[in-house]
């Protein structure tokens, strides 16, 4: 009965061993599942924290890029507004340089008028004189 009981014993740490030893190997196997699904799930958050920071980068590259071409437009129109006020500048002194130059050559006119207007006056005078004293 006690070598009976001995084997039963004896049967039951061998049963017992093996599945311990079956258990560990399923326990190996699902760690190693596990770390697969964790290094897959890291590998995908890596992979989706570099597209965040691509795009984010993308973006600030982006607004950089309004902002310069904003800057390049406000420069441009300020430089557009300052050549009108030369030109206009320009225009205004050109234009006041021919207003004085065309009223030097009227009063030169005027003048040169009035002399022949008093020359003939003086000659018909004169002519109406002489007429007369022919009467």
């Given amino acids: 009965h006690e ?11 061998a049963k017992h061993a093996e599945e311990m030893e079956k258990l560990r190997a399923e326990l190996k196997e699902e ?17 989706a924290e ?3 920071a691509q795009l984010q980068s ?6 950089e890029l309004e902002a310069l071409r904003l ?3 406000n420069m ?9 006020s030369n030109l206009r500048k320009e225009k205004e002194t050109a234009l006041m340089g021919l ?4 009223n030097d050559k009227r009063a030169q006119e005027v003048a040169i008028l009035q002399s022949r207007h008093q020359l003939e006056w003086e ?8 007429e007369k004293e022919d009467l």
Avoid at 76 to 84: A, G, M, P, V
């Fill in 31 to 47: 760690q190693r599942h596990l770390l697969d699904e964790l290094q897959q799930q890291m590998a995908a958050t890596h992979r």
């Fill in 123 to 130: 000659k018909i005078k004169e002519q109406c004189l002489k």
């Fill in 50 to 52: 570099h597209e965040q």
């Fill in 3 to 13: 070598r009976e009981h001995n084997r039963e014993i004896s049967e039951l740490a």
């Fill in 58 to 63: 993308q973006t600030l590259h982006n607004l």
């Fill in 71 to 73: 800057t390049l437009n």
């Fill in 99 to 102: 207003r004085e130059m065309l």
């Fill in 76 to 84: 441009h129109t300020s430089q557009l507004e300052l050549t009108q």
